[in-house]
Nanobody, 125 residues
Framework: HVQLVESGGGSVQAGGSLRPSCVVS????????MGWFRQPPGEEREGIAFIARDGSTSYSASVKGRFIISQDADRDILYLQMSNLQPEDAAMYYC????????????????????WGQGTQVTVS
């Protein structure tokens, strides 16, 4: 039973930083693509940062250069270092994982991930 649990969201002022994390448990597949998505109120969910088993990463244009996705050495905690946060970054942030071996570039714009966390809220004022 795969579970993902996010934490580390919060409220910051514009220009501030946050580092949400996502604990992944029960995942036994050899391949994966993991990522972070966000969904502002009343808007569609957007994939913003992805990492694959080989360590490759991809970012959406909206966060590239400001956000960094990473994992711990055991690959069971996913992080998103968010810097220079702006009001337009305010959203519910979700992590997700998929075992089908898609590349991180393929993951951009792809919402059909197999397992999702419950989300962590980020507010920027």
């Amino acid at each position: 039973h795969v579970q993902l649990v996010e934490s580390g969201g919060g409220s910051v002022q514009a220009g501030g930083s946050l580092r949400p994390s996502c604990v992944v448990s029960g995942y036994t597949y050899d391949t994966y693509c993991m990522g972070w998505f966000r969904q502002p109120p009343g808007e569609e969910r957007e994939g913003i940062a992805f990492i694959a088993r080989d360590g490759s990463t991809s970012y959406s244009a909206s966060v590239k250069g400001r956000f960094i996705i990473s994992q711990d050495a055991d690959r069971d905690i996913l992080y998103l270092q968010m810097s220079n946060l702006q009001p337009e970054d305010a959203a519910m942030y979700y992590c997700a994982v998929d075992p089908r071996g898609m590349t991180t570039d393929q993951a951009l714009g792809h919402l059909g991930f197999a397992w999702w966390g419950q989300g962590t809220q980020v507010t920027v004022s």
